[in-house]
């Protein structure tokens, strides 16, 4: 298998048009560039996931089921896919 592009981090997708598209009833950011939505891991149904749609990485955070990291993690989460696969997979890049 390939190696990832050494600037892998810098094309990763917007957090906030990515979050967007993969998030039920994502609000506004807040101030400071966080939002509230639905969490897709656990059976949600308040706005218990924020996620910082204006930070690089795109870090979220759920308050209910305490499931956090970046914009990676909660791809692999989302997909079931391993760390290489979902950058790829975000990144549009086939293997």
């Known amino acids: 298998m ?3 592009p050494d600037n892998w981090r ?5 957090p906030a048009g990515y979050y967007a598209q993969h998030v039920v009833k994502l609000g506004r950011p ?13 059976d949600d149904h308040n706005a218990s ?12 955070r759920c308050f209910a089921c305490g499931e956090k990291g970046d914009m990676v ?6 997909s079931g896919l391993d760390f290489a696969q979902a950058v790829r997979d975000l990144l549009g890049v086939r293997a």
């Not at 810098?10 to 917007?14: A, E, M, N, S």
């Not at 996931?49 to 979220?60: A, D, K, M, Q, Y």
């Not at 993690?73 to 989302?78: A, L, S, Y």
């Open 2 to 4: 390939s190696r990832l």
């Open 10 to 14: 810098d094309r990763l997708p917007d």
């Open 30 to 42: 807040n101030g400071t560039g966080w939002a509230q939505g639905v969490c897709p891991f656990h």
């Open 49 to 60: 996931l924020s996620v910082h749609v204006t930070g690089e990485r795109g870090h979220f």
């Open 73 to 78: 993690t909660f791809h692999r989460k989302r």
